[in-house]
């Protein structure tokens, strides 16, 4: 988020005492093509009159490009007041959550194009959700965009596309939320901007993954190669490449150039094409998450003259960063034809521009078969790297080289591999601290019932979270050592949700006051358990006590017991 649409928002924030609690509370939205039980959630003071506020959600539009368009829009009618208890929930027509009957309840309805009935909210991009006064848009319509009913969008306020609203139809904001699916302060390739001065995310889920070796940064499997009417092969649309998974994925990117790779042709479906970069079957070797062989990525020779192919040279590059991480290395599946390219050089940049060559040239087999280049450290943790494979030695204009699977692996040898993907569907919850807590959200997880206080403590490691060993959708763990232990190595588990993989990780921590040791009762850190810390725990006798070891809020004879039988010198 630029410096200068944060200062924009914040200067708009409205003080009226009219509206000055009213605020966004709660956001549950669902995974593409449920929208069940999504809702919106407003608090404030009883009885506060909201009527003539607007609801904007602005995102990209039609089609999928662009940023800061209103894709959703609500006035509230003149006389629209908060519950007697201080809450309004607006939510989807295939509400199944109970709802206190004590806040105001408004449903938004089916869409009336048959072929488009979904009117809630979009729910996979960066959104920014604001509560504003005087709202004076040209936008019309209540509820959704009409995107299908007459394939326009709503009004773009950041008409060109900067992260900056050029246009701000309203007097004030009451209030706002910018919600992201992707880290970082600008936004992935092909997601559109954020805006305002409060940001929630990023929404990510996790699983676990069996992995050949270390955790995958970026991961190319060249399945989305197929050409409109069938066939394979690529497009000038195509590149640069996103990469399809791994711990870097939105960050990373594939492209080409040298020899001839930019040439094109149209092709019998009329698309055009490049002509000497194709996408030949694939294979399922070194593919993860259970991929089909589908496509690959295959340079050709080129116009061939005096025995030289005129792709000698040409190049695919990869762009990624290895911030944090050790022993990284590029593997892929590759193969040749009989008069492919048969010396392919590996280099490496951190600036894009100049390479130094690593290693020896490869010569690919003649089938399918496995190419790692282990870089010794050479690219490990930083910023952004650019890695290049550099083909030579065909001696036919479509001898080619095929690659699959493309990974950028880190060491050591590890079981299980975190991978992250968009978590839908997700809740956006503000805990009683006025910070926005995130993660995915079912009927049967729910935070808390719509239209009451979410009643979700500040958190901090060490501080009401719950026990590191049990996933919850809140960050964190009580545990202070184990809990700073697990999120200095992996700090997802502080920054967004204590999950399964946390849970997992914190079931090894060791040290002082760390699960397992009976030291969470050394109280005083010298490494025993003894009478001063008795002493320090007599001493915070009572509820909300700073020495609750159960984390039940308060010191009493259960913290009592946990402190004599830890008693003694502290193990580890």
Not at 373 to 384: H, L, S
Not at 430 to 448: E, F, I, K, S, Y
Request: net charge negative; glycine share 16%; hydrophobic share 35%.
């Amino acid at each position: 988020m630029s410096t200068a649409t944060r200062a924009l928002l914040t200067s708009l924030v409205l003080t009226s005492p009219a509206y000055a609690q009213v605020a966004f509370n709660e956001i549950r939205l669902d995974q593409p093509g449920a929208d069940v039980d999504e809702f919106i959630e407003l608090r404030g003071a009883a009885g506060a009159d909201v009527g003539g506020l607007t609801l904007l959600i602005l995102g990209d539009g039609t089609p999928e490009t662009g940023s800061g368009v209103v894709e959703w829009k609500y006035t509230f009618p003149a006389g629209t007041v908060l519950g007697s208890n201080g809450f309004l929930v607006l939510h989807g027509p295939g509400m199944t959550l109970p709802v206190d009957p004590a806040s105001t309840v408004i449903s938004w309805p089916v869409g009336v194009d048959p072929a488009f009935p979904d009117n809630g909210p979009e729910n996979s991009d960066n959104l920014t959700f604001l509560l504003v006064s005087g709202y004076s848009g040209t936008d019309t319509f209540e509820w959704r965009a009409p995107y299908v009913v007459n394939g326009s969008a709503g009004q773009d306020l950041d008409t060109n596309d900067d992260g900056v609203l050029e246009i701000t139809p309203w007097t004030a904001i009451v209030d706002s939320v910018a919600v992201k699916g992707t880290p970082g302060e600008t936004p992935a390739a092909g997601q559109d901007w954020w805006y305002g001065s409060t940001v929630a995310g990023p929404f990510i889920g996790r699983f676990l993954q069996t992995a050949t070796t270390g955790t995958t940064l970026a991961y190319w499997n060249q399945n989305s190669n197929s050409l409109p009417g069938g066939g394979f092969g690529f497009q000038p649309g195509d590149f640069p490449q996103s990469a399809d998974g791994g711990l870097f994925a939105t960050q990373s990117s594939l492209r080409f150039g040298g020899g001839l790779t930019d040439a094109t042709l149209v092709n019998g479906n009329g698309d055009t094409v490049y002509q000497w970069l194709q996408s030949f079957g694939g294979t399922t070797s070194g593919a993860l998450n259970g991929d089909p062989s589908g496509g690959s990525i295959a340079l050709q020779g080129g116009t061939v003259t005096g025995g030289v192919a005129a792709n000698d040279g040409a190049y695919l590059e990869f762009r990624l960063p290895t911030t944090d991480w050790t022993g990284v290395q590029l593997t892929f599946f590759t193969q040749r034809t009989g008069t492919g390219f048969n010396s392919n050089q590996v280099s490496y940049s951190f600036d894009g521009v100049d390479f130094t060559a690593f290693g020896d040239p490869y010569t690919p087999a003649a089938t399918w078969a496995n190419q790692t280049i282990n870089f010794g450290g050479a690219i490990d943790n930083r910023p952004e790297v650019w890695v290049r494979i550099a083909f030579a030695g065909a001696t036919g204009a479509s001898g080619n080289n095929r690659l699959d699977n493309i990974q950028f692996l880190t060491n050591p040898v590890t079981e299980t591999s975190v991978v992250t993907t968009y978590g839908v569907p997700f809740y956006v919850v503000r805990n009683d601290a006025g910070q926005w807590l995130v993660g995915p959200g079912t009927p049967a997880t729910g935070w808390d019932t719509p239209g009451r206080d979410n009643a979700i403590p500040a958190l901090t490691c060490g501080k009401g979270a719950g026990d590191c060993t049990t996933a919850r959708e809140t960050p964190y763990c009580s545990d202070e050592c184990c809990c700073e232990t697990v999120c200095a190595a992996d700090p997802f588990c502080c920054e967004v949700r204590w999950d399964s993989i946390c849970a997992t990780s914190a079931a090894d921590c060791s040290g002082e006051g760390c699960g397992g040791t009976g030291c969470v009762a050394d109280l005083n850190g010298d490494g025993s358990v003894d009478g001063v810390d008795l002493g320090v725990m007599l001493g915070n006798w009572g509820p909300g006590g700073e020495t609750d070891l159960n984390q039940d809020g308060a010191v009493d004879g259960v913290d009592l017991g946990i402190l004599l039988g830890g008693w003694g010198a502290c193990a580890g």
